[in-house]
């Protein structure tokens, strides 16, 4: 089961979420990384943390480990300001043969500032490209976004606006949120398709997330692509 990835994620675009699905597909145990559980000012603890998170994964085996911005965790060892160590220490507890019962995804939206050295094929070898939701995809996450609510019908299917495209997950789930304000500041107990068309404004108003120069360096990095 020693299987490893490394999503490169359009900005936003919940891999977490996918991650986490993954877990509860295959009935695997689930535990998430983020920078500020590593990190530490003092010297030597960063590198305690690594082999510690990595200890604790395993004694959960079967388990997913789902590492978040891998690149501000393990940037490459020729940035003039990273920390060699913990990206050396990443590496050899990704190399370590007790693994066998584990499954490590990483995700990045900044492909370019990772170390080669982690992307080699007994690491991190498998990439694959999280992309913006098509519209029939937006148009799921809103409703599961709204599951629960009090809601006029067809509500959702605002999600599938081709002025959307482009847009990701986060933002069509922020939309959704953001209607569910506008209801509560209305003092309605209900959400409406006005609340829902207030909040689609909103988000168009906005700048994309998921930029032209974003999508390029991902389409650069190469791998499968992935809804």
Same mark, same amino acid.
């Given at each position: 089961?020693?299987?490893k990835?490394?999503?490169?994620? %359009?900005?936003?675009?919940?891999?977490?979420?996918?991650a986490k699905?993954?877990?509860?597909?295959?009935?695997?145990?689930?535990?998430?990384?983020?920078s500020?559980?590593v990190?530490s000012?003092?010297?030597?603890?960063?590198?305690a943390a &690594?082999r510690?998170?990595f200890?604790?994964?395993?004694?959960?085996?079967?388990?997913?480990?789902?590492?978040?911005e891998?690149?501000?965790?393990?940037?490459?060892?020729?940035? #003039?300001?990273?920390?060699?160590? &913990?990206?050396?220490?990443?590496l050899?507890?990704?190399?370590?043969?007790?693994?066998?019962?584990? &499954?490590?995804?990483?995700?990045?939206?900044?492909?370019?500032?990772?170390?080669?050295?982690?992307?080699?094929?007994?690491?991190l070898?498998? #990439?694959?490209?999280? %992309?913006?939701?098509?519209?029939?995809?937006?148009q799921?996450?809103?409703?599961?976004?709204?599951?629960?609510?009090p809601?006029d019908?067809?509500?959702?299917?605002?999600?599938?606006?081709?002025?959307?495209?482009?847009?990701?997950?986060?933002?069509?789930?922020?939309?959704?949120?953001?209607? #569910?304000?506008?209801?509560?500041?209305?003092?309605?107990? #209900?959400?409406?398709?006005?609340?829902?068309?207030?909040?689609?404004?909103?988000t168009l108003?906005?700048?994309r997330t998921?930029?032209?120069? &974003?999508?390029?360096?991902?389409?650069?990095?190469?791998g499968?692509?992935?809804?």
């Open positions: 089961m020693r299987e990835y490394v999503p490169r994620t %359009t900005t936003h675009t919940h891999t977490a979420l996918f699905a993954l877990a509860h597909e295959s009935g695997l145990n689930f535990i998430s990384v983020k500020s559980d990190f000012m003092y010297v030597g603890e960063s590198e &690594i510690q998170l200890a604790t994964t395993r004694m959960h085996a079967p388990c997913v480990m789902f590492i978040d891998i690149d501000a965790i393990v940037p490459s060892r020729d940035d #003039r300001d990273s920390h060699k160590s &913990i990206t050396t220490q990443m050899v507890e990704l190399d370590s043969p007790t693994n066998a019962a584990v &499954i490590v995804i990483a995700a990045t939206n900044r492909p370019d500032r990772l170390d080669p050295a982690l992307l080699q094929p007994t690491r070898g498998a #990439r694959v490209h999280v %992309t913006v939701p098509t519209p029939a995809e937006r799921a996450v809103m409703q599961v976004s709204l599951r629960g609510v809601a019908e067809g509500l959702g299917e605002v999600a599938a606006d081709p002025r959307l495209d482009g847009r990701t997950g986060a933002e069509v789930v922020a939309m959704s949120e953001r209607a #569910r304000q506008l209801a509560v500041v209305a003092g309605d107990d #209900r959400l409406t398709s006005s609340h829902v068309e207030a909040a689609l404004g909103e108003a906005a700048p998921a930029t032209d120069g &974003i999508l390029f360096m991902m389409r650069q990095f190469g499968r692509t992935a809804g």
